[in-house]
């Protein structure tokens, strides 16, 4: 009867540390990464084709986490067409340009804003009842400048993580960054990055 007894007492402790060790495993093998580590955890696939008639950057573009601080802020997505003296195409010969957000089975469009180098999508990160936006997509730029086609497309992204008035300025790649409601030297809550598609060259970068 003693044994009996012993067994009851012994089989939940048991139990017990297995499920503890279980979930601190579980725990530790699970990557925390807050929003100024982000960049590295975004997966790109990225081409650029060009046909007889146009040229068309096609890009995807997925988190492969969730950051540990929150999604609070406004993304921005430049892209900049680049010809064969190095001189970015002028946003008036971009014909067709669209971004598309991923909200579990809904897509959302965004049109974009042209600039003096290129194009602007500006969209929201957040996230709402477990439910993501922002960290998924996909974008399609075309254009249909035979006498002079792009041979390098440069995809500037432009993270944020704090609310803010909006980006003021308009420069497709960001070099020139002015925020409303932020000071000029504030750089304490976004980074840019950049990824270089070459012409019917497909490729993919991975976070």
């Known amino acids: 009867m003693f044994n009996g007894n012993k ?10 540390i297995f499920l503890f060790a279980g979930g ?4 530790n093998q699970t990557e925390v990464v807050n929003n100024e580590e982000l960049d590295e955890k975004i997966n790109w696939e990225t081409t650029l084709l060009q046909t007889e ?9 997925n988190w492969s986490v969730t950051p540990s601080d929150g999604m609070a802020g406004e993304d921005y997505i430049g892209v900049t067409f680049i010809d064969e003296e190095g001189e970015a195409l002028p946003a008036e010969l971009l014909d067709d340009y669209q971004l598309t957000l991923k909200l579990e089975e809904e897509e959302i469009t965004e049109d974009g804003e042209e600039t003096k180098n290129g194009i602007i999508f500006s969209f ?21 400048s035979a006498s002079n086609p792009p041979v390098r497309a440069v995809i500037s992204y432009l993270h944020t993580w704090e609310d803010h008035g909006g980006l003021q300025s308009k420069d497709a790649r ?3 960054r002015e925020f409303a409601g932020k000071g000029d030297k504030d750089e304490s809550f976004f980074w840019v990055s950049e990824r270089f598609v070459d012409l019917e060259e497909k490729g993919s970068s991975n976070g």
């Open 124 to 144: 929201p990160n957040e996230i709402e009842e477990n439910k993501t936006l922002g960290d998924k997509g996909s974008l399609r730029v075309e254009t249909t």
């Open 174 to 176: 960001f070099f020139d």
């Open 53 to 61: 008639d146009s040229s068309v950057l096609e890009a995807t573009w």
């Open 7 to 16: 067994l009851v007492v012994i089989l939940p402790v048991l139990l017990m």
């Open 24 to 27: 601190s495993y579980y725990i």
